[in-house]
Each structure stands twice: as C-alpha cells, then as structure tokens.
C-alpha cells in the first residue's frame, strides 16, 4: 500500500482591502506621478527659501524685472524681487489654503453628513433643506461678504473657503450612510448596546472612508482654484504677501511686457492642479472595489 504524502497543504494568504487598493494605486503611473509630483513640489515650497537663503520682500529698485538667467533662475518682478523665491512662498499659501480649508470642509461636511444619514426622518429633511438653501446663495460673494464683514486675515481666508466648500462633501456622506446604516454589521451594534456616536463614528464613517478620501483630492484643487480667484480679485492674499494666485493677478497685468511672470506661475500652478486631478482618479479607481473586480 502506498504510503499517503504527510507534505502540509500549501497555505494561501490573503491581502487586505488596503494592501489591494494600495496595490492598484501603484499600477496606475498617471496617479503615482501626480503623487510624486506633489510632494517635490511641497518639499521645494517648505526647504527651498531655506536653501535659497532669500525672503519674498528683498527688493532691487536698480535691478527691476529681468528675464530668467543665471543669477535669477526664474527672473525677476518689477520691483527686482526674484521670482522663484515667491514663486517658492506663494506655494506655501496656495498649498496651506488648499490642505486647510479642505480640512474645514472635511470636518463640517462628514460629521453633518454623517448625522443627518444616520438619524434620518423629519431631522434629516430639515438639515439636507438647509443644505439646498444654501447651495442657492453665490460661494464666491458669500466668501467675498465674510471677507468684507471680519476683515482681510489670511486664517479668515482658510475658514471662509473652507465654510463654503464643506455641501457637497455632506450630500456624499450622508449617501454613504444612509446606505451603510441599514446592513447587518449595524444592526449586530446596535443589538450589543452601542451608542449613536460609536455607531456613527466607529463603524459607519470607516467604512465610507472610500468616497471620501476621493473627494477630499478632488476639493483641494477647487479651494485653490477659488483662492487663486478671490486673490485675481485683491481678496485674497494681501502685499507684500503672495500666493500663486496674487502672482498670476501680477503676470496677467504685465504679460505683454515681462512674459516670465505671466507663464511660470501659471505654468506651476497648472502642475498642481493637474497632478491632485491624476491622484484623485487614481484614489478613486483604486478604492473603488466594484471595478477592480471587473
């Protein structure tokens, strides 16, 4: 009688869903260089004026707006103030606007979202017309009329975008929960006597985490594209301060003239945009666990 193999079965280990999602991630090469790209580009606005060992300010009268060259990479403004170097300064405001006021957002639209999906009913109609009401009103003179009312300040700036972008961000949450909150792994919670707050941010927000890491890549992009606005409008960021949206409103003035400060600010700031775009897909097909199955 042949003797039976005594070999243990090979064990077959699985991935989590994160490990998948990081995985897919990876494979699209559009996303991973706009991720890339990003972070040089917050990396160079952080370290760079410490290397370049120059300030936004320093003025050369005699000098005034000069073309790229070796001595000044990007060139100079009118005023002989080299522009890389606020090219450099005005991407740590145009990025801090970005990343905080989608953090303002973020924070109002997923727990308003998330309370009105979840307690549903009479609440619920109540909190989403309050939402239509106000997505009726202009975002832009609704910024422009708090700006106007409390004053230029740049955390005011942060705030004010961010109290106004934080809508569509609820709707989506709201959606996600109120989908979620009717499964089964919701209703073994509430059976072991879990509150409303640990249901809601325990186990409901988690598993809407998806939607809404998609849509934070795909806010920042449209809060800097406001700022750069409000700034083209002198409500923004104020002199001798710059962001990349008060150095497109300078380069627009000039262009005929001094063509550089027209096309590398717009030029970086097109960069931007454009790689948020690409990470923002990339996050969006990667968590995206219906079409990865297809």
């Known amino acids: 009688m042949a003797k039976e193999s005594s070999a243990p079965a090979a064990i077959e280990h699985g991935t989590s869903p994160g490990r998948d999602a990081l995985h897919r991630l990876g494979q699209n090469r559009l996303a991973v260089a706009g991720g890339v790209t990003l972070l040089v580009l917050a990396m160079l606005c952080v370290a760079g004026p410490w290397v370049l060992r120059a300030t936004y300010q320093e003025q050369n009268l005699d000098l005034g707006a000069t073309p790229p060259s070796a001595a000044h990479w990007l060139g100079t403004d009118t005023l002989g103030r080299d522009l890389l170097v606020r090219l450099l300064y005005g991407g740590r405001i145009s990025l801090g606007v970005g990343l905080c006021a989608t953090f303002v957002a973020l924070t109002i639209g997923v727990v308003y979202g998330a309370v009105a999906g979840y307690v549903g009913g009479k609440a619920d109609a109540v909190m989403m017309r309050l939402v239509d009401i106000i997505y009726a009103l202009p975002f ?103 962001s990349w949206g008060t150095l497109i409103k300078d380069g627009a003035e000039k262009m005929e003239e001094f063509w550089w400060l027209l096309v590398f600010p717009g030029g970086i700031f097109s960069l931007t945009l454009f790689s948020l775009n690409f990470l923002g897909d990339g996050l969006r097909d990667a968590l995206d666990v219906r079409a990865a199955k297809d």
């Open 140 to 242: 832009t003179i609704f910024v422009i009329l708090l700006m106007v009312f409390f004053g230029r300040n740049i955390i005011l700036l942060f705030v004010a975008i961010g109290a106004v972008e934080w809508l569509t961000m609820a709707r989506i949450v709201r959606g996600q929960i109120m989908a979620l909150k009717k499964m089964e792994f919701i209703e073994a919670a509430r059976a072991l006597g879990y509150g409303h707050g640990r249901i809601i941010f325990r186990h409901l927000l988690p598993n809407a985490l998806g939607p809404i890491i998609v849509y934070t890549t795909l806010t920042i992009p449209g809060v800097m594209l406001l700022e750069a606005f409000l700034s083209f409008l002198g409500l923004g960021v104020q002199p001798p301060m710059s």
